[in-house]
């Protein structure tokens, strides 16, 4: 095991990820993805940093995370060339309450009116726990929290038009992370989709968690969500950050091999999960 990539602090950590995002804050259009289709009814919005995802239903679009505060034009861009019109997100749904995932939240209300969707879990932290959204991480001093119109429960369905989402809570990099499940059709096949909401470890470092006021079982309680996922059937692995699933890497192949698409893969859900199992075990394993 190679237990030396987890030797440095969680300061560390943090204070080389500030450094490296600095041009990101202050160049934002710089790491704009022009979006593409995945797969069936999913398009990727997200820019090169974080993701989002969005479906067209057929009867409105619904949009995963909105990214950082400062970024949202990005956004709006990617829906409108994607050949949609945000104002016809009907939902905007956030996988965790981290502020680099909710930033445009409000900015997206605002402007199309959607109802904003978290967790009931992401809602209380938001509520009762607003330092663990990490807004004092980010360098905007206009990012915000939040007031959501829908709190989604662990094994909640929701549906609009022809996709029916299966939300299952899966706590461990936040208190209220959540993944979701659903169906897309093309070419007459059905593929299964899958988004595991919250993969970092840099919020489970053992002094992170203390600091936090977190109980260390949230270590533990990130192994089980992991568990409680696995058997879900997968075709096709959305990710939280682009690295996750290596989704600039996919669309550079489907650029370079037209036709073919290499977010299609059945065996790839377990693999993510037995890895990053694994990874964390290893995390633990190095006294972090």
Not at 90 to 115: M, N, P, Q, T, V
Request: hydrophobic residues 35%.
């Amino acid at each position: 095991m190679d237990l030396e990539k987890y030797k440095k602090s969680y300061q560390e950590i943090e204070a080389f990820q500030q450094t490296k995002n600095l041009d990101y804050y202050a160049h934002p259009a710089r790491y704009y993805v022009k979006p593409f289709k995945i797969v069936g009814n999913v398009y990727y919005i997200g820019d090169s940093k974080v993701c989002s995802h969005l479906i067209d239903t057929g009867d409105g679009l619904i949009m995963f995370d909105s990214g950082f505060q400062h970024s949202v034009h990005l956004l709006v861009q990617a829906v409108w060339e994607a050949g949609f019109n945000p104002a016809d997100i009907k939902y905007l749904i956030h996988s965790h309450e981290h502020f680099d995932h909710i930033g445009a939240a409000d900015e997206f209300r605002d402007l199309y009116g959607c109802k904003l969707v978290i967790s009931r879990a992401g809602a209380d932290v938001m509520r009762e726990r607003p330092e663990l959204v990490y807004l004092k991480a980010c360098p905007n001093p206009y990012a915000t929290l939040f007031t959501p119109d829908l709190e989604l429960e662990d094994g909640q369905v929701l549906t609009l038009g022809n996709t029916s989402i299966r939300c299952v809570l899966t706590p461990g990099h936040s208190p209220g992370v959540m993944s979701f499940f659903f169906d897309t059709c093309e070419d007459g096949r059905t593929y299964h989709v899958g988004y595991f909401g919250g993969a970092g470890f840099n919020t489970l470092y053992r002094e992170k968690l203390l600091a936090d006021k977190l109980p260390l079982t949230m270590r533990e309680t990130f192994l089980e969500s992991l568990q409680k996922v696995r058997e879900y059937p997968v075709d096709v692995v959305l990710g939280n950050h682009p690295r996750q699933n290596e989704t600039l890497a996919k669309r550079e192949q489907m650029l370079r091999q037209p036709g073919t698409n290499p977010f299609v893969d059945p065996g790839e859900w377990k693999r993510f999960v037995d890895e990053l199992t694994g990874q964390f075990k290893e995390f633990m394993e190095a006294g972090n």
